[in-house]
């Protein structure tokens, strides 16, 4: 006979990305990209074909379509919700513009207090689209657990302060230097965008969520320090009390890893120029790992992409928990065909 108490599956609780977060045992290895859904697919291109991408993002049924498309195609063990980091700013009105083939473009740069002034706190009203998108997907996705996902106050601020893009962070850091009391005021108004956009996505259902601090790498120990941790650290605080795991990760943050993983974070993500067991060393063996496959071996013939992902699921077995993950995005040229690929072997190879 059945056993009637047994409880529903729930991914929130039970599936194997929210287990390896916790670090509790797993039968193997999640695995899911970053930029996972995007333009290395052509059902992307195709549903995105005539609408900008800010557009997209505020749109729940392209939403929906667009995080559902890589699950299907690659089987991946998660979802990650489809828009952008500087959509919440778009939502409380910054002027801003995504641009194909740049990224986010911002009409004014913010330079000085009175830019403040064009940053409002961001409520859930300014999002209900979102709310709506995230309460379609979770119904759609069933057991595959979603994941929601901010940018991290560092992050954000250079796109605003810079206007756009930039290598140098120039006009950021001569702000954090220069006036340091108006650079925490601006940070500290962008982690409670972000903190509140995290917050709208796991109340709408999301079962873990991920702070992107993409540019961080660009920062000084004493700087991250002194200017950035504690605006980080303020994002995740706005989920206290909700029991979903949290992943922090930017992008050539090997001397930073100790740092960003004090900010509060389950899951500390490591880029492809740290070698996951170097990684794991730093972190002292407390934290689940994700990554690290560098996405432009997707690219190399199979055999030396097959032993790079064998070698990062036997290093993450080494680590409390392993999220297996590239150590940045999906490069739009990546042919689909050897993602599917690469989720297969992790699959296969991780099982217990
Ligand atoms: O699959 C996923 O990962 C979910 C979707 C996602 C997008 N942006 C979609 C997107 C996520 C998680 C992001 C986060 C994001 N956006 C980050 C942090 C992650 C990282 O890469 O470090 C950053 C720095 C941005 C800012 C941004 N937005 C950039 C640099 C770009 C690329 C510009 C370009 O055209 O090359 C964007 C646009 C963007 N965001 C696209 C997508 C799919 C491409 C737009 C398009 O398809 O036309």
């Known amino acids: 006979m059945q056993d009637v108490t047994e409880t529903p599956f729930d991914p929130r609780r039970d599936s194997l990305l929210v287990k390896a977060a916790r670090g509790q045992t797993t039968s193997r290895t999640p695995v ?20 900008a991408m800010l557009e997209a993002c505020r749109n729940p049924e392209l939403v929906t ?36 083939g740049t990224g986010p473009v911002v009409a004014a740069p913010f330079r000085t207090r009175a830019d403040l002034d064009r940053l409002p706190d961001l409520t859930p009203e300014h999002v209900g689209d979102i709310t709506k998108s995230v309460q379609m997907l979770v119904r759609e996705l069933g057991p ?43 940070c500290a108004r962008l982690a409670q965008i972000s903190g509140a956009f995290l917050r709208v996505q796991v109340d709408a259902g999301a079962s873990a969520v991920q702070l992107f601090d993409s540019w961080a790498g660009a920062l ?27 992943i922090h990760f930017g992008v050539g943050t090997g ?43 997707l690219f190399a013939p199979w055999e030396p992409l097959e032993q790079a992902v064998r070698r990062i699921v036997a290093e993450g077995r080494t680590a409390p928990g392993h999220i ?27 099982e217990r």
Request: charge should be negative; proline fraction near 7%; hydrophobic fraction near 45%.
């Open 32 to 51: 899911w990209f970053m930029r996972q859904a995007g333009r290395s697919l052509p059902e992307y291109r195709a549903v995105r074909e005539g609408t």
């Open 65 to 100: 379509e667009i995080t559902l498309q890589p699950v299907r195609r690659h089987g991946v063990d998660a979802a990650i919700f489809f828009s952008d980091i500087v959509v919440p700013l778009a939502a409380v009105g910054v002027d801003l513009d995504i641009v194909p």
């Open 144 to 186: 595959t657990p979603l994941i929601g996902f901010a940018g991290a106050p560092f992050t954000l601020a250079s796109y605003l302060v810079e206007g756009g893009p930039s290598r140098n962070h120039e006009h950021t850091k001569a702000l954090m230097h220069g006036d340091p009391q108006l650079w925490h005021d601006l």
């Open 220 to 246: 000084s120990r004493a700087d991250y320090r002194t200017h950035v941790q504690e605006h980080s650290r303020a994002a995740f605080a706005a989920l206290d009390g909700l029991d979903v795991p949290r």
């Open 255 to 297: 001397e930073l890893l100790t740092d960003m993983s004090e900010v509060g974070t389950d899951v500390v993500g490591v880029d492809y120029r740290v070698a996951l067991p170097d990684a794991i060393a730093r972190l002292g063996g407390r934290f689940a790992v994700q990554g690290n496959l560098d996405p432009a071996l």
């Open 324 to 350: 297996f993950n590239l150590g940045h995005g999906v490069l739009p040229s990546t042919d689909p065909d050897v993602l599917t690929r690469v989720v297969a072997l992790v699959h296969e190879v991780s």
